[in-house]
């Protein structure tokens, strides 16, 4: 295969359209949709080929799915995993103090990262609360120091940013 800067590429196993920033002898460094970059072995990549659609029935155009939305509502709507960080939806015990309480959602958010990436999911909702961001700041720092994984608002209620929209890219994604 060929490949030249600007195309725009997918990579096995790997959710997303990449564009060629630079050919290397055996890898090429491709950028996603946000804006990261990332180096694949060239054969780990390949042509991305536009689906014509003119020609879908009424039925299956009602069926394709919304576009890409920062709103978990719509999120909900295209079955995107989601776990709830709250204590109560956790059931964590009540008579924890604060910082046991937050340890817990911690080891929670944790886990559910490594069941999504074994199951083989690459987006997920992580509700985390809007109130003073202690959970949403160290869940940030978690996610911003490990390989593989990127975070993004997402809107859960009166406009507030109570949740967040996490991305696995599984082939550098290694667990907690």
Same mark, same amino acid.
């Given at each position: 295969?060929?490949?030249?800067?600007?195309?725009?590429?997918?990579v096995?196993?790997?959710?997303?359209?990449?564009?060629?920033?630079?050919?290397?002898?055996? #890898?090429?460094?491709?950028?996603?949709?946000?804006?990261?970059?990332?180096?694949?072995?060239?054969?780990?990549?390949?042509?991305?080929?536009?689906?014509?659609?003119?020609?879908?029935?009424?039925?299956?155009?009602?069926?394709?799915?919304?576009?890409? #939305?920062?709103?978990?509502?719509? #999120?909900?709507?295209?079955?995107?995993?989601?776990?709830?960080?709250?204590?109560?939806?956790?059931s964590?015990?009540?008579?924890?103090?604060?910082?046991?309480?937050?340890?817990?959602?911690?080891?929670?958010?944790?886990?559910?990262?490594?069941?999504?990436?074994?199951?083989?999911?690459?987006?997920?909702?992580?509700?985390?609360?809007?109130?003073?961001?202690?959970?949403?700041?160290?869940?940030?720092?978690i996610?911003?120091?490990?390989?593989?994984?990127?975070?993004h608002?997402?809107?859960? #209620?009166?406009?507030?940013?109570?949740?967040?929209?996490?991305?696995?890219?599984?082939?550098?994604?290694?667990?907690?």
């Open positions: 295969m060929s490949w030249f800067v600007g195309q725009e590429v997918a096995l196993r790997e959710a997303g359209i990449f564009k060629v920033l630079a050919i290397e002898e055996e #890898s090429l460094l491709l950028e996603d949709e946000n804006g990261f970059t990332y180096r694949y072995m060239k054969l780990e990549v390949v042509l991305r080929q536009p689906i014509n659609t003119d020609k879908l029935s009424s039925k299956d155009l009602e069926a394709k799915s919304p576009s890409v #939305s920062k709103n978990v509502a719509a #999120s909900r709507d295209r079955k995107l995993p989601l776990i709830d960080l709250h204590a109560e939806e956790l964590i015990p009540s008579h924890l103090s604060a910082h046991d309480v937050f340890l817990a959602q911690i080891s929670a958010f944790k886990n559910f990262c490594n069941g999504q990436a074994q199951r083989r999911n690459t987006k997920f909702i992580v509700i985390h609360g809007a109130g003073e961001g202690k959970l949403k700041q160290e869940i940030r720092q996610c911003n120091g490990a390989v593989g994984i990127s975070i608002d997402a809107q859960w #209620s009166n406009g507030a940013v109570g949740a967040s929209q996490i991305e696995l890219l599984l082939g550098q994604f290694k667990g907690f």
